[in-house]
């Protein structure tokens, strides 16, 4: 029997909200400080998923210069009716203390492919918000409630009517629910079946806790009673799951009646240890029993495979491991951070058959930023890239990165000495701001190009280096992987702050004296290495 192997997105790919159009499926996930924002995958077939669209594209849409870490977007929903498709976010501008700056947005399109419209504010009441159509025609706004009264500042649920002629909020706010006793509720999803009303709700904290529940009532004001057996999907009580970490979901109902849902998860290296590839998709089976949604399996707790749907498989091409520089586009696997692509930084114009990175400011910048790069989707890859830059002083870096945030990477550059007379090859670290650098430069005067790879097998991290492309030698040591992780940035901060997101690796280039001096890169290879 073929199955569906989890999490069906690979690599930081959480919050999944997801919308079926006919045939056709599709999942928006959060991106958080990474622009273009929102991920869309597109499947006929809910096991074979590929990335098709990143809606937010313009600063209009999304204005994230500046934010914090593991802030910008997060939870979108998407969701489609009588030939719109809707999407909702937020973009979250601060998360200090108990005050946050959370503004939620919409955007709409006819073509989920094609641009979509400038954003309709919503409210910044909270965040997680969600648009439900319900069947009597109106249309409803549903998020948590920030309340920086209760310390904890997860207010509830509550909904206000969406008016699509006014193009606003209109009318009383409703308090729905407080949610279950496993508190931090948020990324709520409303639903209608037969005589009752479904929320969704996302509990229980990011973490090892974290859990999807579910309630009803007969009237979308509720009271809303919780299932039976809540919550309806967690792995908290199986700390030696592989999928650990289950929670904020979404239904759907395939166009055979059947029910499946989608649902974060993470796959820690060790029990309850670092997740490296972030959160990610994952699908289960539902089937409906006493009036309740229940996961087919029994139980609660996810599975790495499950049953291929009654549907048609439908495969898409293999990723091509190896971009060259020579076609006038990026590949949609890349993002850059908080800012769009534009030529003043990243230009495939200036040298034909190679990307070019005018250097901006250092890997610490919430601002300006010339790095672009993609998910890590696997425990075990090998990333290499190709470059020419000629630095002339200590201020001038290019390389290869491996990051997580501005305070957690692992960076193997070309740099310069102080007047430019010499060229090295240098490895810079940071874990929580702390920096580290490899104690010994390679010299790289004499060689114009050089190629940097990465190897990264599950919590070690090797870099290498290449004068000719063939023969390749190490540089520094073996390095800490599991840094890049939400689990390692929470445990070693003294105070909260945001990590939601996941591994990348890509090209970047900064120029700390006059952010100008360019480096060419002229291919970047991921290549993915299966182990099991």
Not at 21 to 37: H, L
Not at 96 to 103: F, Q
Not at 366 to 393: G, K, M, Y
């Amino acid at each position: 029997m073929s199955t569906i192997q989890n999490p069906i997105l690979k690599g930081f790919n959480p919050d999944p909200s997801i919308c079926r159009v006919g045939d056709d499926y599709y999942i928006a996930t959060s991106t958080f400080e990474w622009f273009p924002g929102v991920q869309i995958h597109h499947s006929k077939d809910l096991k074979n998923w590929k990335l098709v669209a990143r809606p937010l594209n313009r600063i209009s849409q999304l204005n994230m210069k500046g934010i914090p870490d593991s802030c910008g977007v997060w939870a979108p929903c998407l969701t489609y009716d009588k030939g719109v498709f809707y999407l909702v976010y937020t973009n979250v501008k601060s998360f200090d203390g108990v005050w946050k700056d959370t503004p939620n947005y919409m955007v709409t399109t006819t073509d989920i492919l094609g641009e979509w419209s400038e954003p309709i504010y919503l409210s910044s009441r909270g965040f997680d918000g969600s648009l439900f159509h319900d069947p009597n025609g109106k249309k409803w706004y549903v998020s948590m409630l920030v309340d920086h009264r209760n310390g904890k500042f997860f207010g509830g649920i509550e909904m206000q009517e969406y008016d699509p002629i006014q193009k606003r909020l209109v009318g009383k706010v409703h308090y729905i629910t407080k949610g279950t006793d496993l508190g931090l509720t948020e990324g709520p999803h409303l639903y209608k079946r037969g005589t009752y009303y479904y929320i969704v709700l996302a509990e229980g904290g990011t973490e090892y806790g974290h859990a999807m529940s579910i309630g009803r009532s007969t009237s979308i004001f509720g009271p809303y009673e919780f299932h039976p057996e809540n919550p309806f999907i967690s792995a908290a009580e199986a700390k030696n799951n592989v999928l650990q970490k289950a929670g904020h979901g979404d239904l759907v109902e395939t166009q055979n009646g059947d029910w499946y849902t989608v649902f974060l998860v993470g796959r820690p290296l060790t029990t309850h240890g670092n997740c490296t590839l972030g959160r990610e998709t994952a699908i289960e089976e539902v089937v409906w029993s006493a009036g309740w949604p229940w996961l087919k399996c029994g139980g609660r707790i996810p599975r790495q495979r499950i049953p291929m749907p009654k549907l048609m498989e439908h495969v898409f091409d293999d990723p091509i491991e190896k971009v060259e520089f020579n076609n006038g586009s990026i590949p949609i696997d890349f993002q850059s951070l908080r800012i769009p692509v534009s030529p003043d930084w990243c230009d495939l114009t200036a040298r034909k058959g190679f990307l070019r990175l005018y250097g901006k400011e250092s890997l610490t910048s919430l601002h300006n930023q010339s790095l672009l790069a993609r998910r890590i989707q696997d425990f075990h890859v090998v990333v290499s890239t190709e470059l020419e830059f000629h630095p002339t002083n200590i201020h001038h870096m290019a390389g290869l990165v491996f990051y997580y945030n501005a305070g957690h990477y692992h960076y193997a550059c070309v740099t310069s000495n102080s007047d430019g007379s010499k060229k090295f090859l240098s490895v810079i670290s940071s874990d929580n701001y702390k920096m580290s650098f490899q104690d010994e430069l390679e010299d790289i005067t004499a060689y114009g190009t050089i190629v940097l790879r990465g190897e990264m097998n599950r919590d070690q991290l090797q870099f290498h280096y290449s004068t000719d492309g063939m023969d390749f030698r190490p540089m520094g040591q073996v390095l800490d992987a599991s840094i890049l992780s939400d689990d390692h940035v929470r445990n070693g901060r003294s105070r909260y702050r945001p990590a939601f997101t996941g591994s990348f690796v890509g090209m970047c280039c900064q120029d700390l004296e006059m952010n100008a001096h360019h480096a060419d890169f002229k291919w970047f290879a991921y290549k993915e290495i299966n182990d099991q």
